[in-house]
């Protein structure tokens, strides 16, 4: 019996199969008038076996959103999955998988030397308390040390 197709791409991807950590493109729209969106699965944990702290998720958010933004204006959005494994990163124009892995390991390398998270307050952030600067960072080694297998989903 074969399951009918979801709308939402990576509830078709068969979470079974994946060896995280890992970035895939998620998947890719034309808008009506030419522009590219790709959308990146950037996945640090295991899924259904590992996940990330919920004020290590969300300090990563908030670093990555700020940082990769130094590196690139073609990023939209970067957003938490909330399974808590990872995160979808949002990038407009022509671009190559190799050009969003190196602008995602500048972003990371950004991250491990941070000084703060940004916007870690009341005034800039809904829930200002739950944030992690050292547990941010250690993702971010954790992931950067596996750069030579990011491209490999499947085992």
């Not at 050009?99 to 972003?107: C, H, R, S, V």
Request: with cysteine.
């Amino acid at each position: 019996m074969t399951e009918a197709r979801m709308n939402v791409e990576s509830f078709n991807l068969d979470h079974r199969t994946v060896v995280a950590p890992f970035v895939r493109v998620a998947d890719t729209k034309t808008l009506p008038h030419g522009d590219l969106l790709t959308k990146y699965d950037v996945r640090f944990c295991q899924p259904n076996a590992d996940r990330l702290p919920m004020p290590t998720v969300h300090s990563l958010e908030h670093l990555m959103a700020e940082h990769i933004r130094n590196h690139s204006a073609s990023v939209i959005d970067v957003s938490p999955m909330g399974c808590q494994t990872g995160f979808y990163v949002l990038v407009s124009g022509e671009h190559t998988y190799d050009e969003f892995l190196d602008l995602l390991e500048a972003t990371l390398v950004d991250v491990t030397t941070a000084t703060e998270v940004p916007a870690a307050n009341e005034v800039q952030c809904g829930w200002a308390a739950s944030h992690t600067l050292s547990g941010a960072q250690a993702a971010a080694r954790v992931f950067l040390d596996a750069r030579a297998g990011w491209s490999q989903v499947t085992a």
